[in-house]
């Protein structure tokens, strides 16, 4: 008879501990199991919307500045070699290695015109991809639909008196604020956004931009080999990531992972000890069987290799019900507990670690019971019978 048969018939005969101890070894696996997979889901869905959540490179023309000095007065700097932008660059953007990690890309002219007798900042953009970028705004009105439709920040909406429906010309073309931001603290609310196009036309820039805002995706990849890479194919441009949006979201993301691995650890320990006590109440129990086997010629690595065994069998069918049963809750709990739209994903590589993880902290916490069955004295052990 082999050793495994023998467990798996003293496993038999115990069906109330094996169930016991399947079921509590299945509880921690399943916990781990969905605490992991819905901060893996969640850690997802944050990463996704970060990326989209405002820019993390920005992209400026090149020029080189000249500070002068001379009896102790500074003379303001002065800027030569400047470079420029256009329109046409950013299909250059779109050629990098990494571009398929670039989730938008967002133009910018700015210029100063004159309302009235009051120079106004105007930032001509791409409405679909300024909003998708600063999806932080609100706005009091409508989203611009047409060419000439305009976006008032909310302190120059207050100076100027302007209201959704308002009117203002600049250089000479018409106007209309379809909705006003509210107030941000940034300085977005003294700046008019008109469309792109037109602010090109009035501004008599056509094709041209001062500056350029890239959402990349920056849990995905590098962003710093992305600058790079944008630098190389626009050599008149200073390209610079934004390390502090970059590490903001970098780090909210590994807090969940750092969190979900310190609970899980708990959980495991919690596990180890249940089959630590388990198994050891188990050996105490077959004293007379064990010395038995001892008094047929078992040694010691026999009975340390059926205790293993049993442990082996018993951890191997908890990781697998605890798997089922945690990628089970994940999927009905995920919607509701984190409000998370995302799907959790159904990884094999989930269903592999649950089962070696189970069994390792199955055998790890029975070798104990097993070098305490095998060094029972066999003459003390058949005393009983």
């Not at 869905?45 to 820019?55: H, T």
């Not at 809750?329 to 094999?348: C, D, F, G, R, Y």
Request: proline share 3%; net charge negative.
């Amino acid at each position: 008879m082999q050793l495994t048969d023998i467990a798996l018939n003293s496993l038999r005969r115990r069906k109330g501990r094996m169930i016991f101890l399947v079921l509590g070894l299945a509880i921690g696996v399943a916990t781990v199991v969905a605490l992991m997979a819905i901060t893996d889901t969640m850690q997802t869905d944050i990463a996704v919307k970060m990326d989209e959540y405002g820019a993390n490179i920005l992209i400026v023309p090149k020029a080189s500045d000249l500070s002068l000095s001379y009896g102790g007065v500074t003379v303001a700097s002065a800027a030569y070699d400047v470079g420029e932008l256009s329109l046409t660059d950013l299909d250059s953007i779109q050629t990098i290695h990494d571009a398929r990690n670039i989730s938008v890309v967002a133009p910018k002219l700015l210029g100063a015109i004159t309302v009235g007798e009051r120079p106004v900042l105007v930032a001509g953009v791409r409405f679909p991809d300024e909003l998708r970028l600063k999806q932080w705004w609100q706005l009091d009105g409508a989203e611009p639909a047409g060419t000439y439709d305009a976006l008032a920040g909310v302190r120059l909406a207050q100076a100027l008196d302007l209201h959704p429906g308002a009117t203002l010309k600049l250089n000479g073309q018409s106007f209309r604020v379809v909705g006003i931001l509210a107030e941000n603290g940034t300085q977005d609310d003294d700046i008019l956004f008109i469309d792109l196009a037109a602010a090109q036309q009035v501004m008599n820039r056509s094709d041209g931009i001062s500056l350029v805002e890239v959402a990349a995706l920056c849990i995905a990849c590098p962003v710093e080999e992305m600058v790079e890479q944008i630098s190389e194919v626009l050599p008149q441009a200073r390209v610079t990531a934004l390390r502090q949006a970059v590490t903001l979201r970098m780090e909210t993301v590994g807090q969940l992972g750092r969190f979900a691995l310190a609970v899980a650890a708990v959980v495991t320990a919690i596990g180890g000890m249940v089959v630590l006590t388990t198994m050891l109440s188990s050996v105490s129990e077959r004293r007379q069987e064990i010395g038995l086997f001892r008094a047929m010629g078992f040694r010691q690595q026999h009975v340390m290799r059926i205790i293993l065994s049993e442990a082996a069998l018993v951890s191997l069918a908890g990781g697998a019900l605890g798997w089922l049963a945690g990628m089970g809750a994940a999927v009905l709990l995920t919607p509701h507990l984190a409000n998370v739209t995302l799907p959790v994903q159904w990884n094999p590589w989930w269903a592999f670690s649950a089962a070696g993880g189970a069994l390792v902290v199955g055998l790890a916490a029975s070798v104990y019971p097993a070098m305490y069955a095998a060094r029972l004295d066999p003459t003390i052990a058949l005393r009983s019978l």
